[in-house]
């Protein structure tokens, strides 16, 4: 589902217009976007949580040339979703999936 087909679920669900949808679900993004750029962590009881976590600088190898290198430090934004029976779903920065730790893409 892209931002499109949300606006027009949230408008037939919440029986709205998709303009005032769009504008809800902009406001959202942006809100959670800023509180998390700033380092709050975003809670929505039920449904998962948005926050941003600091990697620090370490020790790495080069896969080519199997040589030392240092990794810089990062903050990636993380995605929890909590979904039925408890199971977690994970959407780490880099795009992989990892879901009850296994790495599925």
Do not use: C
């Amino acid at each position: 589902m892209n931002k499109g087909e949300l606006v027009d679920a949230v408008a037939a669900k919440a029986n709205i217009t998709k303009k005032q949808a769009d504008e809800v679900i902009s406001a959202f993004l942006s809100v959670v976007t800023e509180a998390v750029a700033n380092g709050e962590k975003v809670t929505l009881v039920g449904f998962g949580s948005f926050e941003r976590r600091e990697r620090s600088e370490r020790e790495g190898r080069n896969p080519k040339t199997n040589e030392p290198m240092i990794i810089p430090e990062l903050a990636e934004k993380y995605l929890r979703f909590l979904l039925h029976l408890n199971s977690k779903v994970f959407f780490p920065v880099n795009g992989s999936i990892v879901f009850l730790g296994m790495v599925v893409v």
